[in-house]
């Protein structure tokens, strides 16, 4: 079976390849082909697969491209994990929105918007070729923001792309362990949009043990969303939200901790992986362990403005090991060999959310076989999730409208009406700022 990795010279590629060295059973990938328009920097991943597979027999061959056409022919897979305009993007997106008074982070607010506005375009056309050059493949796409970029993509690929996030797994991995519940005999009652979600249920042997964790302040705050958003306001909630609607839930102070720190989430990272991938040009590098301590640095350092703000403190050393990658080979190995299982991916609503029509893509628990992935039913949001969950969906339609019409107009509206930027004014101060800062934003007329 043949894996295609788009961003293969990105810095979270080896926790794939790790994913699929301990897949052992019949139908597995045997061949991955990576692809990136970088070529030092997917010679430098290759060095650290290299070494990681180095006493792995039969470990998938691993061929690199700089050819988008020649990587997708054939695959059976397509991981797409692209970043269009580099980490030096990222700090870009945030730091201009940060000047103007609103939050600057990577998918949410007006640095999603300009990332998404960047990736569409570049994601529309990756669609396009996989449905020419490899139409019985099935892409899974972590591509941020993974919502809005999977819905693009799907419109051109239908229910043959399917985005995945890590965050929705390690939200109901903490509950389940603060529980004292194995995580995988757990069901995750969670529902929203990528980044946007609540868990409001987590079922054992049918019992929904949730209530007892809201009912106990002790238990509540001894995991990361507890200390982070506070048990108070978790239990005025009736759900556990994902960490990112800290962005909304304490948008001024999040601001704040952002615009005191000495440098962006996205700058940090630019910096951090620059100092990698140079040392992978010495020849006598150690390209795994020069990895693996990048690695341990970049998870420590996740959030930590949100925390700080919150006195939340250190993260725990259990939340340190991401997960995404154990995500994407449990959907492969669902759809490739048939083994149903349940994941939160980013699908199609088809109808499972009343709120919104049937090809907006939601984040939900999905039933998963040869098949692909389908939405389980799910109860309606309360009252102000769904408001926030519709008006977020709206922007994303505002930014896809953008993406094909090349309308600078309607690129301020998605801006506008994000509930994080605060003024018309302002959105239009930002196009005027990421269309001069990115050159792939030239098509905003």
Known sequence: MRLTILGGGGFRVPLVHGALLGDRAEGRVTQVVLHDLDADRLSAV????????????????????????EALRGADFVFSAIRVG???????????????????????????????LRTVPVAVDIARRVARLAPDAWVINFTNPAGLVTEAMSRHLGDRVIGICDSPVGLGRRIARVLGADPREAF?????????????????????????????????????????????????????????????????????????????RGA??????????????????????????????REATYMAENRDAA????????????????????L???????????????????????????????????????????????????????GLVCAVKAVEREVLSAAASGSRTTAVKAFALHPLVDSVNVARALVDGYTAVHPGLGYLK
């Open 311 to 330: 006195g939340a403190g250190e993260r725990d050393a259990d939340d340190l090991s991401g997960g995404y990658e154990k995500v994407a080979l449990a």
């Open 46 to 69: 290759a060095r650290v697969l290299a070494e990681q597979a180095a006493d792995v027999p039969d470990a998938p061959e691993v061929t690199v491209t700089t050819d988008l056409d």
């Open 268 to 297: 940090f990272l630019r910096d951090q992986q620059a100092g990698f991938y140079e040392e992978m040009k010495r020849p006598d590098a150690a390209a795994l362990s020069a990895w693996d301590r990048t690695r341990a640095e």
């Open 332 to 386: 492969m190995r669902a759809i490739a060999r048939d083994e149903r299982t349940t994941l939160i991916l980013n699908v199609r609503n088809r109808g499972t959310l009343s709120a919104l029509d049937s090809e907006a893509v939601i984040e939900v628990p999905c039933l998963v076989d040869a098949n692909g992935a389908h939405p389980v039913a799910v109860d309606p949001l309360p009252g102000h999730a769904t």
């Open 188 to 264: 995750i009652d969670y529902v929203g949009l990528n980044h946007l979600g609540w868990v409001r249920g987590l079922r054992v042997a049918g019992r929904d043990e949730l209530p007892r964790l809201l009912a106990d302040p002790a238990l509540l705050g001894s995991f990361e969303e507890g200390k982070l958003f506070g048990t108070e306001w978790l239990r005025s909630l009736g759900a556990v939200p994902n960490e990112y609607l800290h962005y909304y839930y304490f948008n001024r102070e999040t601001v704040r901790a952002y615009q005191e720190a000495d440098r962006t």
């Open 86 to 116: 580099g980490l030096e993007g990222r700090a870009a997106d945030e730091r201009v929105a940060l000047d103007l008074g609103v939050l600057g982070q990577e998918t949410v607010g007006a640095g999603g918007i300009a990332y998404g």
